[in-house]
C-alpha cells in the first residue's frame, strides 16, 4: 500500500527554470494538498483540491500553479523558480470532513533548491 | 479564524524523562484535533488523534486530551527514548477542507 507518493525526492533549479512536481495518492482520497516546510515557519498551505477538476489557493499561492485532471493525481508546478521557493514541498491527502477518518496523509517530501 | 498554537522549541531531554508540548487551539465550533511526528528526512506520520471534547488519543506510549474547556490538546509521554527524537506538530481540522498547523517542536532525547 503506497499511501502518497511524490516524486522527484530532490531537486536543484537554476533562478528562472520551470519544473512540476507530481503527487500521486491510491486511498481514492477526495481531497488532496500542497504544503511548503520552512525553517521556524511549520507547514504552510500552497493550493489544495477538493476533487477532480477543481483546485484552490491557500496561503501562499505565488509563484505556483497546480493541477487535478484525475482524482489520484495533483501536480504542482513552478513557472519560474526562484530562490525564495528554496524549501521542503509535502503534499497530503485526505478524505472529506464527513469521513470517520479524517486526518492528513503525507509524503516524503521534495527537496527544492533553486540557485 | 481556526488557529494552532504550540509550544516553542527546541526541546532537549534525558533518557527516561517525562515529556509534555503544549498545544493550545483558537476553532468556532469543535474541531477534530492530531499530533503528527516528524523523524529525519521524512514526512509527516500520524502520531494520535481525537475527534470530540474528553476523547483521549493514544500511540506508542504518547497521549493527548481533546480539553474543551482551555481549547488544549497537550501532548505527553511518560519515559521519552532517543527514538523519540524528531519534530512533532499540533493541528486541527474543522468542517471543510483544510488543516491547521502549529509551527512545530523539535525533541531531542539524549542517552
Known amino acids: 500500500n503506497a499511501g502518497v507518493t511524490q516524486t522527484p525526492k530532490f531537486r536543484v533549479l537554476k533562478t528562472g527554470q520551470s519544473m512540476t512536481l507530481l503527487c500521486a495518492q491510491d486511498?481514492?482520497?477526495?481531497?488532496m494538498y500542497w504544503y511548503r516546510q520552512d525553517p521556524g515557519m511549520g507547514l504552510r498551505l500552497i493550493h489544495y483540491s477538493v476533487g477532480e477538476g477543481t483546485t484552490a489557493k491557500g496561503e501562499v499561492p505565488d509563484g505556483y500553479n497546480v493541477s487535478r485532471l484525475k482524482k489520484q493525481n495533483f501536480l504542482l508546478g513552478l513557472e519560474s523558480a526562484a530562490p525564495s521557493q528554496t524549501s521542503v514541498y509535502f503534499c497530503?491527502?485526505?478524505?472529506?470532513?464527513?469521513?470517520?477518518?479524517?486526518?492528513?496523509?503525507f509524503g516524503q517530501g521534495t527537496r527544492l533548491t533553486v540557485v | 479564524g481556526d488557529s494552532v498554537t504550540q509550544m516553542e522549541g527546541p526541546v532537549t531531554l534525558s533518557e527516561e524523562a517525562f515529556l509534555t508540548i503544549n498545544c493550545t487551539y483558537t476553532?468556532?465550533?469543535?474541531?477534530?484535533l492530531f499530533w503528527y511526528v516528524q523523524y529525519p528526512g521524512e514526512g509527516l506520520q500520524l502520531l494520535l488523534k481525537?475527534?470530540?471534547?474528553?476523547d483521549k488519543g493514544s500511540n506508542k506510549g504518547f497521549e493527548a486530551t481533546y480539553r474543551k474547556e482551555t481549547t488544549s490538546f497537550h501532548l505527553e509521554k511518560g519515559s521519552v527514548q532517543v527514538s523519540d527524537s524528531a519534530v512533532y506538530f499540533c493541528a486541527l481540522r474543522f468542517t471543510g477542507n483544510q488543516f491547521y498547523f502549529g509551527t512545530g517542536t523539535s525533541l531531542t532525547v539524549i542517552p
Open positions: 486511498m481514492n482520497h477526495e481531497y
Open positions: 476553532a468556532t465550533g469543535y474541531p477534530s
Open positions: 481525537a475527534t470530540k471534547a474528553d
Open positions: 497530503a491527502s485526505s478524505y472529506s470532513w464527513t469521513a470517520v477518518n479524517t486526518e492528513a496523509f
